[in-house]
């Protein structure tokens, strides 16, 4: 073999196969970025923290640029060439990738979405973790194959209409009662979405709120009590995971100035 036909075969091998392809390929690729930046950025944000020399945030004058500003660029990049070009291999591989890793760097500060304020390291903060969670058990079950609403093999339309409705029924319920990973996970495995749903609401849900009677309240607060073996364990985990928070500082009431004689 001469020396161009060694060098062609190499420059013509795809390592990610046929998932460089669209589909469950592309959302392997985002996927595996995705976790790869969000642990990335992360570890970044807590060595920023406690190690002086880490170069941490970027910084114009006063402002600090999160790194959600970064993830919305990069994401509007990769969403744009993915529509306005056809790219082969290796061109897709990297689109997909970088749509990844924006979104990674997006739902790290998912609770700055909600708050609108910068809350990373307190308790709120910790919604960003959640939803990363959840939207990596949504890809994982794309990049899986595995079927919406359960329905495996073809049905008629009364039946797979009867099928969706039902699911979608329990997955709201779920959403309702703040099971937010039991019901992404049972669109997908309605066998989640029946836990989920007749499991005990959050005692902070709105099904609680609307539906609970001060009994059944009082046990969803003992069902979902922080200080219970199981939350403190997982506290635990995720601190030594993604970082502890920081109690939101206490500050002095402001005093009112006396009225004037």
Do not use: N
């Amino acid at each position: 073999m001469t020396s161009h036909a060694i060098a062609g075969a190499l420059i013509s091998v795809d390592p990610f196969g046929d998932r460089s392809r669209g589909g469950s390929g592309s959302a392997f690729l985002v996927l595996a970025a995705f976790v790869v930046s969000f642990m990335a950025i992360r570890t970044s944000a807590r060595l920023t923290r406690h190690v002086s020399w880490w170069p941490g945030a970027v910084r114009t004058g006063d402002i600090h640029i999160h790194h959600l500003v970064w993830g919305i660029f990069l994401m509007m990049l990769s969403g744009f060439l993915a529509f306005a070009t056809t790219p082969g291999a290796p061109w897709w591989h990297l689109i997909a990738i970088g749509f990844g890793v924006g979104a990674g760097f997006t739902m790290d500060e998912f609770a700055l979405w909600v708050h609108l304020e910068d809350v990373y390291w307190e308790q709120q903060g910790r919604r960003s973790v959640d939803a990363a969670i959840i939207a990596v058990a949504f890809a994982g079950l794309v990049v899986l194959g595995t079927t919406p609403f359960g329905l495996d093999d073809p049905a008629s339309i009364t039946e797979t209409a009867v099928v969706v409705c039902v699911v979608l029924a329990l997955a709201l319920v779920c959403f309702m009662k703040g099971r937010i990973l039991l019901g992404v996970l049972g669109l997908f495995v309605p066998v989640f979405a029946i836990a989920g749903a007749v499991r005990l609401a959050r005692p902070t849900s709105p099904w609680a709120r609307r539906r609970y009677t001060a009994g059944r309240l009082a046990r969803a607060h003992a069902r979902f009590d922080a200080d219970r073996p199981a939350a403190r364990w997982g506290r635990r985990l995720a601190d030594a995971l993604v970082g502890a928070p920081t109690d939101r500082e206490v500050r002095p009431p402001a005093r009112e100035d006396p009225p004037a004689p």
